[in-house]
């Protein structure tokens, strides 16, 4: 097979006493669109945060292609897109003017950027609200454009915690037919979410934390959704167990 574009191998994450993230080790590869499943408290967030180089990990490494995010950080960088559970846009800033300033820190210039995020903007209806300063944008606009915008610098992976958090319904849908179409293009995605009956049909893998602890990594096909049964009760399955 080829080199996965991540590879996360035993990472580890203790806070005090907590092992927050127990030997988490995963790889993600082209076209794979891969839910992060877990309850309150499962280590996602943490793990999202490790993944991404915004916390060093109390053992493990990370690697996106053949870039390890702590030696080569610029490089590993470059080959993913993360939207974090609360987005950090800029409130004094457009949203257009948010999606260009990121776009910049990754080389590509306004022109390039404004053109890549048209259809973006067009498909989350944005096209009034991208002109005016984000302060005044809801919470699911500032969630669509923290996505645009890690998007323009096209990504060979995104990864989003709690993406559709916030989002209307309508807002939840034009984000699952985002997704579908950005790993339908080659690329992947690492997303965290709970609603599973979401993830059941935007999916085809599905990483399962409770406690920290990884308890599957379970492709789910149709195949698989016909003999297994509804996500669902997978999940609650292996996460009530000995409770
Ligand atoms: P999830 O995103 O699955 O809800 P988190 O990764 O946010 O889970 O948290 C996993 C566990 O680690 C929780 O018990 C949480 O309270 C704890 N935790 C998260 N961040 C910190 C931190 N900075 N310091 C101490 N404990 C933390
Ligand atoms: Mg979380």
């Known amino acids: 097979m080829n080199t996965p574009i991540l590879h996360a191998q035993n990472l580890q994450q203790s806070y005090g006493t907590l092992e927050a993230v127990k030997n988490f080790t995963a790889e993600i590869h082209a076209g794979e669109l891969v839910g992060l499943l877990g309850p309150n408290g499962a280590g996602k967030s943490t793990t999202l945060r490790i993944l991404t180089g915004l916390q060093q990990p109390t053992k493990g490494n990370v690697k996106y292609l053949n870039y390890d995010i702590a030696d080569s950080p610029i490089e590993a ?27 910049g820190m990754y080389g590509v210039d306004g022109t390039t950027a404004k053109k890549r995020a048209e259809p973006y903007v067009e498909k989350f209806r944005l096209t009034g609200a991208v002109h005016k300063r984000a302060d005044q944008y809801s919470h699911g606009m500032q969630q669509k454009i923290a996505l645009i915008a890690q998007l323009v610098h096209e990504p060979k992976i995104l990864m989003a915690d709690e993406p559709t958090v916030g989002l209307d319904p309508d807002g939840t849908i034009e984000m699952q037919n985002v997704f579908r179409e950005y790993v339908a293009a080659g690329n992947s995605i690492l997303l965290s979410t709970h609603l599973l009956e979401m993830a059941e049909g935007l999916c085809n893998r599905v990483l399962i934390l409770s406690r920290g602890t990884l308890l599957a990594d379970q492709r789910i096909g149709e195949d698989w959704l016909k003999s297994h049964g509804h996500l669902q009760d997978y999940f609650f399955m292996l996460t009530r167990e000995g409770v």
Not at 80 to 99: D, K, N, R, S, W
């Open 77 to 103: 960088r470059r080959q993913f897109g993360y939207v974090a559970e609360q987005p950090m846009i800029i409130p004094y800033l457009t949203g257009i003017e948010y999606v260009e300033f990121v776009a």
